[in-house]
Protein backbone atom coordinates (compact mmCIF):
# COMPACT_ATOMS: atom_id res chain seq x y z
CA UNK A 1 0.00 0.00 0.00
CA UNK A 2 1.38 3.83 -1.14
CA UNK A 3 0.74 6.65 1.08
CA UNK A 4 -0.91 9.79 -0.01
CA UNK A 5 2.39 11.63 0.14
CA UNK A 6 3.82 8.83 -2.27
CA UNK A 7 0.97 8.86 -4.70
CA UNK A 8 1.14 12.88 -4.25
CA UNK A 9 4.43 12.64 -5.91
CA UNK A 10 3.83 9.88 -8.53
CA UNK A 11 1.42 13.01 -9.74
CA UNK A 12 3.83 15.48 -9.49
CA UNK A 13 6.31 13.36 -11.48
CA UNK A 14 4.13 12.92 -14.19
CA UNK A 15 3.20 16.66 -14.27
CA UNK A 16 4.28 19.02 -16.89
CA UNK A 17 5.40 21.90 -15.65
CA UNK A 18 2.75 24.71 -15.45
CA UNK A 19 0.27 22.46 -14.92
CA UNK A 20 -1.35 23.04 -11.81
CA UNK A 21 -2.40 20.16 -9.01
CA UNK A 22 -5.52 20.83 -7.27
CA UNK A 23 -6.22 17.63 -4.77
CA UNK A 24 -9.60 16.69 -4.57
CA UNK A 25 -10.07 16.34 -0.62
CA UNK A 26 -14.15 15.89 -0.40
CA UNK A 27 -15.07 12.95 1.48
CA UNK A 28 -11.74 12.39 3.10
CA UNK A 29 -10.60 13.01 6.81
CA UNK A 30 -8.69 16.37 7.72
CA UNK A 31 -5.98 13.77 8.87
CA UNK A 32 -5.39 13.29 4.91
CA UNK A 33 -4.99 16.61 3.69
CA UNK A 34 -2.71 17.35 6.74
CA UNK A 35 -0.69 14.30 5.25
CA UNK A 36 -1.27 15.81 1.82
CA UNK A 37 0.23 18.82 3.51
CA UNK A 38 2.83 17.66 5.19
CA UNK A 39 3.82 16.80 1.83
CA UNK A 40 3.61 20.15 0.33
CA UNK A 41 0.65 20.41 -1.16
CA UNK A 42 -0.75 23.53 -0.50
CA UNK A 43 -4.12 23.59 -3.03
CA UNK A 44 -7.17 21.37 -2.30
CA UNK A 45 -10.22 20.91 -3.78
CA UNK A 46 -14.04 20.57 -2.14
CA UNK A 47 -17.44 19.72 -3.87
CA UNK A 48 -19.55 20.92 -1.11
CA UNK A 49 -19.87 23.95 1.05
CA UNK A 50 -20.83 22.41 4.14
CA UNK A 51 -17.80 20.37 4.24
CA UNK A 52 -15.24 23.44 2.66
CA UNK A 53 -16.04 25.71 5.35
CA UNK A 54 -15.40 23.16 8.23
CA UNK A 55 -12.33 22.29 6.45
CA UNK A 56 -11.09 25.83 5.84
CA UNK A 57 -11.41 27.19 9.82
CA UNK A 58 -9.97 23.33 10.82
CA UNK A 59 -6.43 23.95 8.70
CA UNK A 60 -3.62 25.81 8.28
CA UNK A 61 -5.00 29.42 6.68
CA UNK A 62 -1.98 28.80 3.72
CA UNK A 63 -4.18 26.64 1.92
CA UNK A 64 -5.82 27.81 -0.86
CA UNK A 65 -9.04 26.34 -1.10
CA UNK A 66 -10.73 25.48 -4.69
CA UNK A 67 -14.85 24.96 -4.99
CA UNK A 68 -14.67 22.50 -7.94
CA UNK A 69 -18.78 21.44 -7.37
CA UNK A 70 -21.83 22.49 -8.52
CA UNK A 71 -23.21 25.82 -6.27
CA UNK A 72 -26.65 27.17 -5.42
CA UNK A 73 -26.43 30.97 -5.44
CA UNK A 74 -27.73 31.13 -1.85
CA UNK A 75 -25.07 29.32 -0.48
CA UNK A 76 -22.12 31.97 -1.81
CA UNK A 77 -22.14 33.83 1.14
CA UNK A 78 -20.53 31.12 3.97
CA UNK A 79 -17.32 30.74 1.40
CA UNK A 80 -16.87 34.25 -0.14
CA UNK A 81 -14.56 35.17 3.02
CA UNK A 82 -11.88 32.72 1.94
CA UNK A 83 -12.49 30.70 -1.69
CA UNK A 84 -9.56 31.00 -3.45
CA UNK A 85 -10.96 29.66 -7.17
CA UNK A 86 -14.87 28.73 -7.76
CA UNK A 87 -14.43 25.88 -11.15
CA UNK A 88 -18.32 25.60 -11.74
CA UNK A 89 -19.73 28.76 -12.50
CA UNK A 90 -23.09 27.55 -14.42
CA UNK A 91 -25.35 30.36 -14.33
CA UNK A 92 -24.96 34.56 -14.85
CA UNK A 93 -27.02 34.58 -11.81
CA UNK A 94 -24.28 32.76 -9.53
CA UNK A 95 -21.71 34.80 -11.42
CA UNK A 96 -23.63 38.01 -9.65
CA UNK A 97 -24.02 36.68 -6.82
CA UNK A 98 -20.13 36.20 -6.55
CA UNK A 99 -20.00 39.04 -7.59
CA UNK A 100 -22.13 40.85 -4.76
CA UNK A 101 -21.14 38.62 -1.98
CA UNK A 102 -17.33 39.62 -3.03
CA UNK A 103 -17.92 43.29 -2.75
CA UNK A 104 -19.55 42.67 0.76
CA UNK A 105 -15.70 41.57 1.86
CA UNK A 106 -13.82 44.08 -0.39
CA UNK A 107 -12.45 40.88 -2.24
CA UNK A 108 -12.14 39.83 -5.72
CA UNK A 109 -13.34 35.99 -6.14
CA UNK A 110 -11.37 34.05 -8.92
CA UNK A 111 -13.85 32.23 -11.27
CA UNK A 112 -14.07 29.48 -13.93
CA UNK A 113 -17.06 29.46 -16.60
CA UNK A 114 -18.19 25.34 -16.41
CA UNK A 115 -18.65 24.01 -19.65
CA UNK A 116 -20.62 20.95 -20.38
CA UNK A 117 -18.76 19.10 -22.73
CA UNK A 118 -20.11 15.83 -21.57
CA UNK A 119 -22.47 13.71 -23.79
CA UNK A 120 -24.41 12.71 -20.45
CA UNK A 121 -27.26 14.03 -18.36
CA UNK A 122 -26.48 14.91 -15.22
CA UNK A 123 -23.46 17.31 -15.32
CA UNK A 124 -23.80 21.24 -15.11
CA UNK A 125 -22.20 24.06 -17.60
CA UNK A 126 -23.14 26.71 -20.16
CA UNK A 127 -22.89 25.24 -23.70
CA UNK A 128 -20.13 26.64 -25.78
CA UNK A 129 -22.32 29.27 -27.50
CA UNK A 130 -23.66 30.23 -23.99
CA UNK A 131 -19.75 31.04 -23.90
CA UNK A 132 -19.06 32.41 -26.59
CA UNK A 133 -22.33 34.97 -26.40
CA UNK A 134 -21.08 35.81 -22.59
CA UNK A 135 -18.11 37.08 -24.07
CA UNK A 136 -19.31 38.91 -26.94
CA UNK A 137 -21.53 40.71 -24.99
CA UNK A 138 -18.07 41.81 -22.83
CA UNK A 139 -19.23 40.06 -19.58
CA UNK A 140 -15.54 40.52 -17.21
CA UNK A 141 -15.86 44.26 -17.45
CA UNK A 142 -19.33 44.49 -16.08
CA UNK A 143 -18.82 42.29 -12.81
CA UNK A 144 -15.90 44.05 -10.82
CA UNK A 145 -15.65 42.23 -7.75
CA UNK A 146 -14.99 38.41 -10.01
CA UNK A 147 -12.21 37.89 -11.87
CA UNK A 148 -12.77 35.76 -14.80
CA UNK A 149 -10.02 32.73 -15.08
CA UNK A 150 -10.50 30.85 -17.63
CA UNK A 151 -12.64 27.79 -18.26
CA UNK A 152 -13.66 24.13 -16.45
CA UNK A 153 -15.52 21.02 -17.87
CA UNK A 154 -16.39 17.15 -17.16
CA UNK A 155 -15.64 14.68 -19.63
CA UNK A 156 -17.56 11.64 -20.43
CA UNK A 157 -17.70 9.24 -17.49
CA UNK A 158 -16.24 6.58 -20.30
CA UNK A 159 -13.68 4.46 -20.95
CA UNK A 160 -13.83 5.45 -24.70
CA UNK A 161 -10.54 7.44 -25.00
CA UNK A 162 -10.73 9.16 -28.28
CA UNK A 163 -13.83 10.45 -26.96
CA UNK A 164 -12.65 12.12 -23.74
CA UNK A 165 -10.04 13.04 -26.27
CA UNK A 166 -11.76 14.98 -28.57
CA UNK A 167 -14.20 16.83 -25.29
CA UNK A 168 -11.00 18.29 -24.06
CA UNK A 169 -9.90 18.89 -27.48
CA UNK A 170 -13.75 20.71 -27.93
CA UNK A 171 -12.95 22.51 -24.86
CA UNK A 172 -9.48 23.62 -25.46
CA UNK A 173 -10.76 25.01 -28.66
CA UNK A 174 -12.89 26.82 -27.25
CA UNK A 175 -11.15 28.52 -24.48
CA UNK A 176 -8.05 29.44 -27.38
CA UNK A 177 -11.17 31.39 -29.23
CA UNK A 178 -12.76 33.71 -25.84
CA UNK A 179 -9.57 34.05 -24.56
CA UNK A 180 -8.88 37.58 -26.72
CA UNK A 181 -12.07 38.15 -25.33
CA UNK A 182 -11.40 37.60 -21.53
CA UNK A 183 -8.32 39.47 -21.06
CA UNK A 184 -4.89 38.58 -19.81
CA UNK A 185 -6.75 37.43 -16.72
CA UNK A 186 -7.70 34.21 -18.33
CA UNK A 187 -5.12 32.06 -18.26
CA UNK A 188 -6.91 28.68 -16.83
CA UNK A 189 -7.70 25.68 -18.22
CA UNK A 190 -9.31 23.04 -15.50
CA UNK A 191 -9.82 19.84 -17.06
CA UNK A 192 -8.78 16.33 -15.98
CA UNK A 193 -9.34 14.11 -12.96
CA UNK A 194 -8.02 10.64 -11.65
CA UNK A 195 -9.57 8.87 -14.27
CA UNK A 196 -8.56 11.22 -17.45
CA UNK A 197 -6.13 13.68 -16.44
CA UNK A 198 -3.04 12.80 -19.09
CA UNK A 199 -5.74 12.86 -21.47
CA UNK A 200 -6.72 16.30 -20.67
CA UNK A 201 -2.89 17.76 -20.44
CA UNK A 202 -2.07 16.13 -23.56
CA UNK A 203 -5.03 18.43 -25.06
CA UNK A 204 -4.17 21.32 -23.27
CA UNK A 205 -5.34 21.34 -19.68
CA UNK A 206 -3.52 23.54 -17.06
CA UNK A 207 -4.91 22.48 -14.10
CA UNK A 208 -6.31 18.90 -12.93
CA UNK A 209 -8.51 18.01 -10.15
CA UNK A 210 -7.24 14.80 -8.69
CA UNK A 211 -8.92 12.90 -5.82
CA UNK A 212 -8.92 9.14 -5.51
CA UNK A 213 -5.44 8.71 -7.54
CA UNK A 214 -3.86 10.31 -4.41
CA UNK A 215 -6.38 9.77 -1.44
CA UNK A 216 -7.08 6.63 -2.03
CA UNK A 217 -11.00 5.08 -3.18
CA UNK A 218 -13.66 7.55 -1.23
CA UNK A 219 -15.51 5.28 1.18
C1 LIG B 1 -14.64 14.53 -7.30
C2 LIG B 1 -14.26 15.47 -8.37
C3 LIG B 1 -12.98 15.41 -8.95
C4 LIG B 1 -11.94 14.37 -8.59
O1 LIG B 1 -12.38 13.09 -8.93
P1 LIG B 1 -11.36 11.83 -8.86
O2 LIG B 1 -11.90 10.90 -9.88
O3 LIG B 1 -11.46 11.31 -7.48
O4 LIG B 1 -10.02 12.32 -9.19
C5 LIG B 1 -12.66 16.35 -9.91
N1 LIG B 1 -13.55 17.30 -10.29
C6 LIG B 1 -14.77 17.40 -9.75
C7 LIG B 1 -15.68 18.48 -10.21
C8 LIG B 1 -15.17 16.48 -8.78
O5 LIG B 1 -16.39 16.59 -8.25
Do not use: C
Not at 29 to 35: H, R
Not at 69 to 96: C, S
Amino acid sequence: MSTIAQRLQEVRRQLPEGVMLVAVSKTYPTTSIEEAYAAGQRVFGENRVQEIVPKYEALPKDIEWHLIGHLQTNKVKYIAPFVHLIHAIDTVKLLEEVNKQAARYNRTIEVLLQVFIAREETKFGFSPDEIRDLFAQGLPATLPNVRIRGLMGMATNTSATQQVADEFAGLAALFQEIKPLAGPAADTLSMGMSGDWQLAVSAGSSMIRIGSAIFGERL
